[in-house]
């Protein structure tokens, strides 16, 4: 069973990971100033960096405590900001964005437990817990 903590934790990475190029195009600097971003040229390339820290702090088990944090510290702009469904009138993009708003909370109930239970085992945070 201990296996299945890893493959969670694999899995909850690969979003950030796989979107962390995005953050520094300039069509996601774009899409960020068309929702109201103050300095997108500057926080789309900041809150990547700290989604990939996260991320790999996750996925490798490493202070996945401080690294769940980190994901937090993302989530709740982006969540709040990106994604602000109940102020868009098209109804697909309202829909589109509700789902991706959904998504984000439960990552961040996600990200919340491991702030609260760590990284389990199979981890470097174990390893050196056990040293």
Request: proline letters at 5%.
């Amino acid at each position: 069973m201990q296996f299945v903590v890893l493959v969670g934790r694999i899995f909850f990475s690969l979003i950030f990971l796989s979107a962390l190029a995005n953050h520094f195009s300039g069509e996601m600097a774009g899409y960020a100033a068309s929702q109201g971003v103050p300095a997108p040229a500057f926080l789309v390339p900041l809150s990547g960096i700290i989604a990939g820290l996260g991320a790999l702090s996750i996925l490798f088990g490493y202070k996945a405590k401080l690294g769940a944090w980190l994901i937090i510290i993302f989530l709740v702009p982006v969540t709040f900001w990106m994604h602000a469904f109940w102020k868009m009138e098209d109804p697909m993009q309202q829909q589109t964005n509700m789902v991706s708003f959904m998504k984000n909370l439960s990552m961040l109930g996600a990200a919340l437990m491991i702030t609260y239970f760590g990284a389990g085992p199979i981890s470097v945070d174990e390893k050196m817990a056990r040293k």
